[in-house]
Structure formats: structure tokens, C-alpha cells
């Protein structure tokens, strides 16, 4: 657990006079981020989340207050021995240009007296584990993607295995597709190794994802609010966190409300090659269309089919929604669907049934109702 | 040709000659100007304190260091030794602030990822920041060779044996051919050195070869 008390940083003025009339980064923080969770920093550029991380590993001390690290008081470690037991990443990854992947992988290993050996062996496995080919390890940083550059920043920093990890926007740099992989890959890497990981970003978006609980700062380092995602968006503690986590946060708190059983509507089907006048026999103007182990390929317009369904005649906007999704994954497969109809397929892919924005909206109320008495409860 | 030919032993044992008093001071001015250019780069202040002194160094004429040092050092004015600590200083002079900006160039995202794993500050220098350096270093030690190559061939004025001797005594004797010869050897001379920097160079740092596989 990191726990922060009072911390307060205060950057000396352009002058560099100490008048205590230098800029406040980081106000009267007091947080804790608990062991083996994420704790996402998140706020507009300039409110002190990169002072408040750097705080923990002491590249900056606090004006005042105290940082510990399960019950130690940072202050009062060894620098180099409290760094060494803390993964950072940062946004550009930092990697050593002169060094190849593998060996800025081993570098903290080898820092802490490792052998060569030992430390290889363990990087390779990171390597692999953070998604990265092996063969990647004998090239030089230079010669790899931002994401990529990105993932051996994660792996080295997991290199000699530290409980906490600091990460400051580690995923901001690379474009949507390749962050939304990384965020994913993150997520099921943090499931396997339960770190205690404090991570900035300024988008809101990538901290509701991230978060188990996500600290919502102002400018000038004053803590907004803290709380967990779900909580966040449904119950912003005032206008400035509000507007911070966006218009659609109705919308996107069904991200964290796991869809209900809900009872579902059998589908009729066609396959690929099935001629014009069985998919008209459906009956219905938009037909489904499955492959052969039933996993969904998208939408048919009955009409337009002339001979028989082709790829090119599929509809490819709808979502699909997983039976164990949340109700935003069902409803956006419902809003999304030509038909209207929401597909909904199994864990393993397979078609389960479909399902009418109508019949979701009722589970969204039934929710709404409990989350409102449980608050009251409390 | 045939006077070269004739005068080839003279030429080389000049020619090591003068390898040997343009070359050792760069060595020594390099292990000088690392250090300097360290704090330098360290620290604001000095840096401005140590450029601007070892700039001024530069800008002493070569004759007249070559005959002050003498009674600074308590050396006699035919000690090649004289030669030796001027061409050091010059090197020093023109490497400080290479080396300073060469370690001040590393990138801050590198630097900052170096500190965050526990690098002190010296482990850092010579982990991260010096062999990033290199190549800064090595181009502005190559300005170096080729001046220090030069400005040795002014030591004949004095009396010190090297190629810049072909230059006074052919000009003395009104003998261009003897002018060129100098001139061709000091040529190649700096030319070796630079090959030499480049090569070592290059083996220090694989990874600038190393682009977009
Ligand atoms: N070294 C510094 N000296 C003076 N002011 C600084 C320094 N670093 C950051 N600040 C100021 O402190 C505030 C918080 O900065 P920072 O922690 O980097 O914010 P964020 O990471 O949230 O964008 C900003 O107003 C910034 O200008
Ligand atoms: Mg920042």
C-alpha cells in the first residue's frame, strides 16, 4: 500500500526565492492506493500528477507531509535501494538507445547484483509475457514501434519483479488502436501479478478502464474526488468532476454494470452461400448470417439479395455483445444493429440469441433502482 | 618524388614524430575534458565558468604557449614535454564543451528512466550518458586531431622535431618540394587520425547503425 499524508509540493518561483509564494503542484494530498490495485491519478494537464508519482520515488520531495510504502515512510529509505524496488514507465518508455531490448530489460536485475544469466533468462520470459517476439530482444531500441518501445518499457520495469510500479502516461503516446491494446494487454498482465500500481493519465476514459479506483485532481494538486469508476461516473462530486469525466457518463457507467440475465430471443439464421429465396423465407427484412460454428458475421438485407449471401453483402456496423458483457456492451449491440436486434453471443463465440434496445432498458432501470437504495442504505 | 623517396626514413621518424606529440595530447586532453565537461554539464554555473575559461585557452597563440611554458613549468624549451602540455591544453579547450554538450544531449525521458531505476549519479555518467555521448564526442575530437595535427607543425619554429620542419627548412632553402612534402604528410597524418577516431567510433556504438529494421 502507498499511502500519501498531507503531502504538499510547492516549486520554488522563477526567482527561486522560497517565500512560500512559489506554485502549489501538489495541495494537502492525502490517498492510498491499496496493495494490488490500480490507483489511477487522473486531471487536467498541470495539476501535479507527474510532482505526485515522482513524490513516491523521491526524484521530487514533498514540501511537506509523508509518502510510505506498506507502513515505511519512503524519507527514510535508502534512495537507490527504494527506487530499485519500484517499476517506472513513462510515456516515451525511456529506453537506453545503446542498449539492446534484452539488455535494458535486465538492467535493474543487474543493478541489484543479479548474474548476467539469471537475469537474461527472466528477461526473455518478460519479454515473451509482455507480447513481444523474442526475436526483438537483440535489436536496439531505435528499431522498434512506440508501442512496442512501450511494452519493453512495461517489461523493464517489471524486470526485477518490484511490488509497486509507477506509471505516468505510459500509453499516451501511441495511436488509439495500438493503446487500446496495450490498456488490454496491461489489465490481463496486473490480473496475473496483482501489483500496487499508481498510474497517471489525463484521459478519463483510459482511467475508468484502468482503474479499481480512480483520484479525480483539480489544478493547483487539490484531490477531487476519489472513487471507483462506476461511483465516479454516476456520482460526480461537483461541477468540475462532472465536467472532467464527460457528457456520455450515463451512458459509459453501463460499462461497469454487468448485464443481467436476460432472457433472449431466438434467432433464425442463414449461412454464407444460402440462396435468395431461403433467406426471404426468414420472413424478416435483415436475416443473420452465422459461419459455420454459428459465430455471428454480421447482417443481410433480404432484399438485396440476388442469387445468394455473399460476404460483401454482410452489414458490418453491429456490435456484438458477450452474455457475460456489461449492459453497455448489450445496448450498444442493440443501438448498433440494423435490425435492431442486439446479437449476443457466448463466451465461446457462438450465437446465443439477439435482444431489443426495449428489453435491455428495463435491466437498465431495475439497476438503477438498487444502486439508488443501496446509497440510501449507506 | 625522388627527394621524398631519398628522405623517407627522416620523413617517418618525423612523421612518428610528430603522430606522437599531436596524438598523446589528445588521449590526455580527453581524459581531461570528460571530467570538465561533466561538471559542466552538471552545473549551470560552472559550466559557464569552465567554457568560457578553456574557450580563452584556445585563443593563446601557439608560439607563445610553446615559449611560456618553459619557465611556468621549469622545463627546458628544446623539452618536447613543452609541446605536449600545450597541444593538451588546446585539446582541453576544444573538448570541454563537446563533451559537456554531448552529455547534456541525452534524452530527457532516457535520463529520467535511468535516475527512477536507482542510477547514481556517477553510475549514470558512466552507464548511460557517457557512451550515449560518444558519437558527439568522437566528431569533436576529430576537430581536435586535425587542429592538434597542425598546430604541432609550428613546434619546428622552436626547434622540435616533426613534419612541420619540412615547411620551415623548405621554405628556408626556397625547396617547394620539400614545402609539399610536409605539407602531403601532415595530409595524411591527419587523415590516419581521423580514420582511426571514426573506426574506434564506430565500435563503440553499434546501436546508431542500428535503424528502423
Ligand atoms: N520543476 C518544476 N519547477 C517549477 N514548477 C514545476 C516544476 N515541475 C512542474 N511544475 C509545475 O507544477 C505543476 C504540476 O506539474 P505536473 O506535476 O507536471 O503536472 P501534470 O503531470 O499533472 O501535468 C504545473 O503547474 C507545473 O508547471
Ligand atoms: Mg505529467
Known amino acids: 500500500m502507498i499511502r500519501f499524508e498531507g503531502v504538499t509540493k510547492r516549486y520554488a518561483d522563477a526567482s527561486g526565492a522560497d517565500d512560500g509564494a512559489g506554485s502549489l503542484a501538489v495541495d494537502d494530498l492525502t490517498l492510498e492506493a491499496p496493495t494490488g490495485k490500480i490507483t489511477v491519478l487522473v486531471g487536467p494537464s498541470g495539476c501535479g500528477k ?7 520515488n523521491r526524484m521530487i520531495t514533498p514540501t511537506s507531509g509523508t509518502i510510505s510504502i506498506d507502513g515505511k515512510d519512503t524519507a527514510s529509505l535508502d534512495v537507490a535501494e527504494l527506487r530499485r524496488g519500484i517499476g517506472y514507465v513513462i510515456q516515451h518508455a525511456g529506453l537506453f538507445p545503446h542498449r539492446t531490448v534484452l539488455d535494458n530489460v535486465t538492467t535493474v536485475p543487474r543493478l541489484l547484483g543479479t548474474d548476467k544469466r539469471t537475469a537474461r533468462a527472466r528477461a526473455m520470459e518478460l519479454i515473451e509475457r509482455v507480447g513481444l517476439d523474442p526475436a526483438m530482444a537483440r535489436r536496439y531500441p531505435a528499431q522498434l514501434s512506440g508501442g512496442q518501445q512501450q511494452r519493453v518499457g512495461v517489461a523493464r520495469a517489471l524486470a526485477a519483479d518490484p511490488p509497486v510500479m509507477l506509471m505516468d502516461e505510459p500509453f499516451s503516446a501511441v495511436d488509439p488502436v495500438v493503446r487500446e491494446q496495450l490498456q488490454n494487454e496491461f489489465l490481463r498482465l496486473q490480473s496475473e501479478l496483482g501489483k500496487t500500481i499508481l498510474f497517471v493519465t489525463h484521459d478519463i476514459d483510459e482511467a475508468v478502464k484502468l482503474g479499481d479506483q480512480v483520484a479525480v485532481l483539480r489544478v493547483g494538486g487539490v484531490l477531487a474526488q476519489l472513487d471507483s469508476p462506476a461511483k465516479l461516473l454516476a456520482d460526480p ?12 457518463r450515463g451512458y459509459r457507467a453501463l460499462s461497469f454494470a454487468a448485464a443481467p440475465e436476460l432472457s433472449l430471443t431466438d434467432e433464425p439464421t442463414v449461412r454464407l452461400g444460402a440462396r435468395a429465396d431461403d433467406v426471404r423465407a426468414v420472413g424478416t427484412p435483415w436475416v443473420l448470417c452465422v459461419d459455420d460454428d454459428r459465430e455471428p458475421l454480421g447482417w443481410v438485407r433480404a ?4 442469387t445468394e449471401v455473399t460476404r460483401t453483402l454482410l452489414h458490418r456496423g453491429g456490435t456484438v455483445a458477450s452474455v457475460s458483457g456489461s449492459l453497455r456492451a448489450l445496448l450498444d449491440a442493440a443501438l448498433s444493429s440494423p435490425s435492431g436486434r442486439g446479437v449476443v453471443a457466448g463466451d465461446d463465440g457462438r450465437l446465443v440469441g439477439t435482444i431489443r434496445a426495449a428489453e435491455v432498458i428495463p435491466a437498465i432501470e431495475a439497476r438503477r433502482d438498487s444502486t439508488t437504495e443501496e446509497a440510501t442504505a449507506r | 618524388m625522388t627527394w621524398a623517396l631519398d628522405h623517407l626514413g627522416d620523413i617517418l621518424a618525423r612523421a612518428a614524430q610528430h603522430a606522437w606529440l599531436a596524438g598523446l595530447p589528445l588521449v590526455l586532453g580527453l581524459v581531461i575534458a570528460v571530467p570538465l565537461g561533466w561538471l559542466a554539464a552538471r552545473q549551470p554555473r560552472l559550466r559557464a565558468v569552465l567554457l568560457t575559461t578553456t574557450g580563452l585557452l584556445y ?18 624549451i628544446l623539452d618536447s614535454i613543452n609541446v605536449i602540455i600545450a597541444m593538451t591544453v588546446y585539446t582541453v579547450a576544444l573538448l570541454t564543451r ?14 529520467q528512466a535511468a535516475v527512477a531505476m536507482g542510477y547514481g549519479a556517477f553510475a549514470r555518467f558512466r552507464a548511460v550518458d557517457l557512451p550515449l555521448a560518444v558519437p558527439v564526442i568522437a566528431a569533436g575530437l576529430r576537430v581536435a586531431a586535425v587542429s592538434n595535427v597542425s598546430i604541432v607543425s609550428v613546434a619546428s619554429l622552436i626547434g622540435i622535431s616533426q613534419l612541420g620542419y619540412f615547411l620551415t627548412d623548405g621554405y628556408a632553402r626556397s625547396y617547394p618540394t620539400e614545402v609539399w612534402v610536409g605539407i602531403v604528410a601532415c595530409l595524411l597524418l591527419a587523415l590516419v587520425f581521423d580514420l582511426v577516431i571514426q573506426v574506434a567510433s564506430r565500435v563503440l556504438t553499434p546501436w546508431t547503425r542500428a535503424v528502423a529494421a
Open chain 1, 237 to 248: 462530486v461537483d461541477d468540475f468532476v462532472a465536467g472532467f469525466v464527460g457528457r456520455d
Open chain 1, 50 to 56: 507527474t510532482t505526485t508519482l515522482r513524490m513516491v
Open chain 2, 59 to 76: 585563443t593563446i597563440p601557439s608560439l607563445a604557449l610553446f615559449i611560456l611554458l618553459p619557465p611556468l613549468l621549469g622545463t627546458k
Open chain 1, 303 to 306: 432484399a438485396a439479395v440476388e
Open chain 2, 98 to 111: 563537446t563533451v559537456a554538450d554531448g552529455l547534456s544531449s541525452v534524452d530527457g525521458s532516457t535520463r
